[in-house]
């Protein structure tokens, strides 16, 4: 009599448990708006094709999931950023999760998301606000730090050194760029940092001719240079291959492509740092799904950086990093 009470105890926790998770939710479907900085780099659909995995997982496990994907047109257009997001707002969507463009211009519009019962998952780049929900990231300082390292071991520890910054207001690669001149400054000080105050700007075109005019003041001098993105490494690599200087200077990017790639092999890319951009967007989703749940979630999420070489290019760990499932999940 007593172990059937405990049974019919136990049962009923159960479902209570289940109750709190349903009336959370309502039964319903939960519409998660995914909102990247721009949608154009590879970087960005593989963020896309992460939070699709994670809404395939959730609606097999009995969690309908819609996941509505919309950026603006260019990464540095603050501005439809802000619009994107009040139209969401506005929307009633149950959550966003947001890569922000600003780490402060951004602000506003979420802590009104908030207010409006909207709450928000921060990714890839810091927030200036107390009212996200968590933030699903790369330890970008870290990820700076090993490009320093690397370009250091590259040059003996001495040399003259270029860091072509990306844009004002992007959290994630000033962290980057703070602790590249971090590790820089104290583990390497008989290299010279010839230029540090340059910014790129969004797009690659924008970042070849910004590494043309540096490339053209210190083209003679430089022995080696850190990027800390897609488009500036993208741009930056251009430039050198155009003046025929590609391998000749000690060149460590941010993020992957198959152009660096080819680069890396060609021996004109001597490293670059990568992030996991598919369990961002993966982890992303399932936080914001998870909060909605009524479960609780870690406040800060690490979602991994790695230093890639032509040492380390072939290994079975770099080419899933390299080569994520895009076509599984964006076709």
Same mark, same amino acid.
């Given at each position: 009599?007593?172990?059937?009470?405990?049974?019919?105890?136990?049962?009923?926790?159960?479902?209570?448990?289940?109750?709190?998770?349903?009336?959370?939710?309502?039964?319903?479907?939960?519409?998660?708006?995914?909102?990247?900085?721009?949608?154009?780099?590879?970087?960005?659909?593989?963020?896309?094709?992460?939070?699709?995995?994670? $809404?395939?997982?959730?609606?097999t496990n009995g969690a309908e999931i819609e996941i509505i994907w919309k950026g603006p047109l260019r990464e540095d257009d603050r501005d439809q950023q802000i619009q994107v997001v009040e139209g969401f707002t506005s929307q009633g969507v149950n959550g966003i999760v947001l890569a922000p463009l600003d780490n402060r211009a951004l602000a506003r519009p979420v802590e009104e998301a908030k207010s409006a019962g909207v709450p928000t998952v921060i990714i890839d780049s810091a927030l200036e606000s107390n009212s996200i929900v968590s933030? +699903?990231?790369?330890?970008?300082?870290?990820?700076?730090?090993?490009?320093?390292?690397?370009?250091?071991?590259?040059?003996?520890?001495?040399?003259? +050194?270029?860091?072509?910054?990306?844009?004002?207001?992007?959290?994630?690669?000033?962290?980057?760029?703070?602790?590249?001149?971090?590790?820089?400054?104290?583990?390497?000080?008989?290299?010279?940092?010839?230029?540090?105050?340059?910014?790129?700007?969004?797009?690659?075109?924008?970042?070849?001719?910004?590494?043309?005019?540096?490339?053209?003041?210190?083209?003679?001098? +430089? $022995?080696?240079?850190?990027?800390?993105?897609?488009?500036?490494?993208?741009?930056?690599?251009?430039?050198?291959?155009?003046?025929?200087?590609?391998?000749?200077?000690?060149?460590?990017?941010?993020?992957?492509?198959?152009?660096?790639?080819?680069?890396?092999?060609?021996?004109?890319?001597?490293?670059?740092?990568?992030?996991?951009?598919?369990?961002?967007?993966?982890?992303?989703?399932?936080?914001?799904?998870? $909060?909605?749940?009524?479960?609780?979630?870690?406040?800060?999420?690490?979602?991994? +950086?790695?230093?890639?070489?032509?040492?380390?290019?072939?290994?079975?760990?770099?080419?899933?990093?390299?080569?994520?499932?895009?076509?599984?999940?964006?076709?």
């Amino acid at each position: 009599m007593r172990k059937t009470l405990y049974v019919l105890l136990a049962l009923a926790l159960i479902a209570t448990a289940a109750g709190c998770n349903r009336s959370k939710t309502n039964g319903k479907k939960l519409t998660i708006a995914v909102i990247p900085k721009g949608t154009s780099h590879e970087f960005w659909k593989s963020i896309h094709a992460g939070a699709i995995k994670a $809404q395939r997982e959730l609606s097999t496990n009995g969690a309908e999931i819609e996941i509505i994907w919309k950026g603006p047109l260019r990464e540095d257009d603050r501005d439809q950023q802000i619009q994107v997001v009040e139209g969401f707002t506005s929307q009633g969507v149950n959550g966003i999760v947001l890569a922000p463009l600003d780490n402060r211009a951004l602000a506003r519009p979420v802590e009104e998301a908030k207010s409006a019962g909207v709450p928000t998952v921060i990714i890839d780049s810091a927030l200036e606000s107390n009212s996200i929900v968590s933030f +699903v990231a790369t330890d970008n300082r870290k990820g700076g730090m090993l490009g320093a390292d690397r370009l250091g071991e590259l040059l003996g520890g001495k040399g003259k +050194v270029i860091l072509l910054r990306y844009a004002e207001g992007s959290a994630s690669t000033e962290e980057r760029e703070a602790g590249f001149l971090q590790e820089m400054k104290q583990k390497y000080p008989n290299i010279e940092l010839i230029s540090t105050t340059e910014y790129a700007g969004a797009t690659r075109e924008k970042a070849k001719s910004a590494s043309e005019n540096l490339l053209n003041r210190f083209g003679d001098d +430089v $022995q080696g240079i850190f990027c800390p993105n897609e488009s500036t490494t993208a741009g930056m690599l251009s430039a050198l291959q155009d003046i025929g200087k590609a391998g000749k200077v000690m060149f460590v990017g941010f993020d992957t492509s198959q152009t660096f790639v080819d680069a890396m092999r060609a021996k004109q890319l001597h490293g670059i740092v990568v992030q996991n951009p598919f369990n961002m967007g993966y982890l992303g989703v399932r936080t914001m799904v998870e $909060q909605l749940q009524g479960k609780l979630v870690e406040k800060r999420i690490d979602t991994g +950086v790695t230093m890639i070489t032509p040492d380390n290019l072939e290994a079975a760990e770099t080419q899933a990093l390299l080569h994520p499932p895009l076509d599984q999940y964006l076709k």
